[in-house]
T-cell receptor, first 113, second 110 residues
Framework: GENVEQHPSTLSVQEGDSAVIKCTYSDSASNYFPWYKQELGKGPQLIIDIRSNVGEKKDQRIAVTLNKTAKHFSLHITETQPEDSAVYFC????????????FGKGTTLSVSS | DVKVTQSSRYLVKRTGEKVFLECVQDMDHENMFWYRQDPGLGLRLIYFSYDVKMKEKGDIPEGYSVSREKKERFSLILESASTNQTSMYLCASIRQGSQYFGPGTRLTVL
């Protein structure tokens, strides 16, 4: 079955710097890759997602890139702010849209001012 | 706006009790999911449902059951709670292929 590896497990940056989180997946049939942000005491919030027919997607300060050949995808946050501090999860699914996700173990991002 | 609600934010139960966790979505979605989240283990799928009265086991279904009598409601049942079921439980629902989570229920079993 699908396996998703996420790195790093913790990431500390200064306010204004960029942050990059990387994930690899094992099942070449995977075709949907969302990213979630989870703040303390809350459920994960979908922040951006990408489908296998797209190589890059951007939404303001966040962007996701996908390399299907290498089976990895990355989250890029530019001009980080203290409110970006949270746990970030990547996920993948080899099924049709709407099927269960396989999650990475998460990255704790700390942005210091 | 996507809305997934869970019946309790915090719950404390005793070993051996039967526990019900409720999840409601108001968006007429077919697919609903239950996960548990533990430090160092990430999110793990317990059960999911593609439609009313349909259920599928996820990766860790042991000790749990589910019920989906109405489309908007998906219940997770701990038949006899044990201390190793102390965890954060997250419900999710699908809209246009994207999965959205509820706020979570932090369950403590004493």
């Amino acid at each position: 079955g699908e396996n998703v590896e996420q790195h790093p497990s913790t990431l500390s940056v200064q306010e204004g710097d960029s942050a990059v989180i990387k994930c690899t997946y094992s099942d070449s049939a995977s075709n949907y890759f969302p990213w979630y942000k989870q703040e303390l005491g809350k459920g994960p919030q979908l922040i951006i997602d990408i489908r296998s027919n797209v190589g890059e997607k951007k939404d303001q300060r966040i962007a996701v890139t996908l390399n299907k050949t290498a089976k990895h995808f990355s989250l890029h946050i530019t001009e980080t702010q203290p409110e970006d501090s949270a746990v970030y999860f990547c996920a993948a699914t080899p099924g049709q849209a709407g099927t269960a996700l396989i999650f990475g173990k998460g990255t704790t991002l700390s942005v210091s001012s | 706006d996507v809305k997934v609600t869970q019946s309790s934010r915090y719950l404390v139960k005793r070993t051996g009790e039967k526990v019900f966790l409720e999840c409601v979505q108001d968006m007429d979605h077919e697919n609903m999911f239950w996960y548990r989240q533990d430090p160092g283990l990430g999110l793990r799928l317990i059960y999911f449902s593609y439609d009313v009265k349909m259920k599928e086991k996820g990766d860790i279904p042991e000790g749990y059951s589910v019920s989906r009598e109405k489309k908007e409601r998906f219940s997770l049942i701990l038949e006899s709670a044990s201390t190793n079921q102390t965890s954060m439980y997250l419900c999710a629902s699908i809209r246009q292929g994207s999965q959205y989570f509820g706020p979570g229920t932090r369950l403590t079993v004493l």
